[in-house]
């Protein structure tokens, strides 16, 4: 959902700006900073004003609600996103490279992640165009087109997101955090007759046996490939 106000001059009051210097994009970068350094709960009209030095009111004029400065957030981080410069010929791993550039996004701004994970992914988006056109294209060239191309972009994206929230907190984790949690899953594994996780407990909680996101793609573009394939007849199922 996009913004309803429209950008125009400040009441007099405001302290630090001038009639003119005050935008819509101003506004989000400022709500983005606050998100991301200091968390969603941290953002609200009243904070985005503060950091700004002006008076709350004029927020209003770009913003009506914090749901509606949700989606504004939501679209602007993924309004950043620019297609990469991409040299693969194979189609599967040029999605890989722009699916792994959108995924570093996603970490360079954990709060859309926040956002996305709990609210419909916005339609608005100039960068979620951008990715989608990209990713039906490479699958179009693998004669994946229509329905089945919509669904196969779902589950690449949502895997990709999956990853995201997944890796984003043990990003700052080390090998104690690892062992630490192994010792637990050993315990609960051990308490409950679960041989095969107590057998498997540090492998199951060490960061380096898990596949990397391009790799979790890669065997996802596999499955998506030959189901095409077999769909359109072209080998015997089995």
Request: overall charge negative; proline content about 3%; glycine content about 6%.
């Amino acid at each position: 959902m996009r913004a309803t106000r429209q950008e125009g001059d400040l009441k007099s009051g405001d302290r630090a700006r001038s009639k003119s210097s005050l935008t819509r994009t101003g506004v989000l970068d400022a709500a983005v900073a606050i998100a991301d350094g200091e968390g969603l709960d941290a953002l609200s009209i009243r904070a985005i004003a503060s950091r700004l030095d002006i008076s709350h009111m004029s927020v209003y004029r770009f913003v009506s609600s914090k749901d509606e400065l949700l989606d504004l957030v939501a679209i602007h981080i993924m309004d950043l996103f620019e297609l990469p410069q991409v040299f693969e010929t194979d189609w599967k791993e040029r999605i890989v490279h722009v699916m792994s550039v959108w995924r570093d996004l996603l970490v360079a701004h954990p709060s859309a992640v926040q956002i996305l994970a709990y609210r419909r992914v916005s339609a608005g988006s100039d960068g979620l165009a951008r990715l989608m056109e990209n990713v039906l294209a490479n699958l179009k060239s693998a004669d994946i087109v229509g329905v089945p191309a919509v669904r196969a972009f779902w589950e690449i994206f949502t895997l990709t997101f999956g990853n995201t929230v997944f890796e984003l907190p043990r990003s700052t984790t080390g090998d104690a955090d690892d062992m630490a949690a192994a010792r637990s899953l050993r315990e609960v594994a051990e308490t409950r007759g679960f041989e095969i996780v107590k057998d498997l407990a540090e492998p199951l909680t060490m960061l380096d046996t898990r596949a990397s996101l391009e790799d979790s793609i890669r065997v996802l573009l596999d499955g998506i490939a030959l189901t095409s394939i077999r769909q359109r007849g072209l080998v015997p199922p089995g």
